[in-house]
């Protein structure tokens, strides 16, 4: 399993989720980005000549998740013109050949087999994460699955909520959205905290 898969995974999901999904990737207009994007290989300097030139980072990287799975070879910026003429996102993947929908279900059956893997040491970490005992993180497990409780445990320490509340709301019937609504906090600070859980995860699993 390569390093960092189930982050790169969540933000290719990411970007291509609907306005809904508060676990998206925020588009930033500075000039200057942070280290190499691994994930989607591009480099720092290709993303500030896109962005001199008009674009979004956020339209960079949907740009380039596009580029890598179209059959032929494309750059991101003859993606990002199509786009600009169709203002559709959905509609520039399908004039490319590229079912996003497709690839999202598969990337969620990797998600899944991997936590299936991995389930004992990522309850682990998280017991440490969380101060929550692997019993009682087990027995949250009846009511979510191991997605849902990796971002609970983020709201959790992000607000200062037990994690059993977090829990509790989703059992309930709330929505992702709704809990992250009622802990007042910022949607991008919960994603960059599961971004951080699952680095300490992968840490834990490549030793």
């Known amino acids: 399993m390569k390093k960092y898969y189930v982050l790169v995974s969540i933000l290719s999901i990411a970007l291509f989720c609907s306005s809904q999904n508060i676990l998206t ?47 032929e070879k494309l750059d991101a910026e003859t993606i990002l013109k199509v786009y600009k003429q169709k203002q559709s996102w959905e509609e520039t993947a399908k004039y ?64 200062n909520t037990d994690l059993s509340q977090i829990i509790k709301d989703k059992k309930e019937g709330k929505q992702l959205k709704e809990i992250i609504s009622k802990e007042k906090l910022d949607p991008k600070s919960v ?8 680095k300490g995860i992968h840490r834990v699993i490549e030793k």
């Open 25 to 71: 990737v925020s588009a930033h207009n500075h000039t200057q980005v942070e280290a190499r994007h691994i994930h989607l290989h591009i480099s720092d300097q290709e993303i500030n000549n896109l962005m001199k030139k008009g674009y979004t980072k956020q339209d960079i990287f949907k740009a380039y998740f596009i580029a890598k799975h179209a059959k």
């Open 96 to 159: 490319f050949n590229v079912d996003i929908e497709k690839i999202k279900k598969a990337h969620f059956e990797k998600h899944k087999q991997f936590y299936e893997k991995n389930k004992t040491k990522i309850i682990q970490y998280l017991a440490t994460y969380t101060g929550k005992s692997p019993t009682e993180l087990d027995k949250y497990l009846k009511d979510v699955d191991l997605h849902f409780l990796i971002v609970a445990a983020a709201i959790s320490k992000k607000s």
């Open 191 to 198: 994603f960059d905290e599961a971004k951080n859980i699952h």
